[in-house]
């Protein structure tokens, strides 16, 4: 917070007057690389700006005129419109996941489970299932439903062994649908993914594809085939 506040006092100059300066001594490199670094990092909180309003009240500030907003004020406004435009974005990003589920269940072959966890089958198997007690060794290829790739054991040049029982929800609920030898794409709500915070490359609310081909079972109970 504090440190968005400094955005605010440190950016004292329009653009029109800034183009208008050179660089002429250590002093001015430094407030322009500053002003530049700052004005980078509040681009990049894609925040809805009135760019008049910002500058009057640095403007005030730096003058020490009296601004519109006392100081006890001043981060209760900040905080709020802070949080109502990320409530905004979040909403955004919730539904535009959601329309992709509700218009992929529609498509020729896609299946639903009961928990929401979308699915349609590239090669079925003949061996057995997996469970969650087994352990498994699969090629996968992770997207986010806007098409982008996040993760691939087939880039990788090695398939994963893992357990179900450390693996998202989606997986555990997908996962057993196979037998092994089957490849099948998924189609996993947020809630049974990554959830409702950011995850590396994954966005906030994203449905994931993942395309898995299960290889080999090793069942504890030497059950598999």
Known sequence: MKYILGIFFCLALSSKSVHAQKLSNSTD??????????????????LPLNKTLL???????????????????????????????????????KKASQDFLDQNKKKSGV??????????????????????????????VGKIYTGEQ????YDRGEPLELNLKSMIEGWKIGIPLMNKGSKYRFFIPHSLGYGERASGPIPAFSTLIFEVELLDIKSPNENAI
Do not use: C, W
């Open 150 to 153: 996040f993760d691939s054991s």
């Open 111 to 140: 299946k639903v489970t009961p928990e929401g966890v979308q699915y349609e089958v590239i090669k079925e198997g003949e061996g057995l299932k997996a469970t969650l007690e087994d352990t498994l060794t699969v090629h996968y």
């Open 55 to 93: 500058m009057q009240a640095v403007s005030d500030v730096l003058d020490g005129k009296e601004t519109l907003l006392k100081d006890e004020e001043r981060e209760g406004v900040i905080r709020a419109g802070l949080m109502k435009i990320q409530e905004e974005k979040n909403a955004g990003l």
């Open 29 to 46: 490199s430094l407030s322009y690389a500053l002003g530049q670094d700052l004005a980078s990092y509040l681009k990049k909180m894609e």
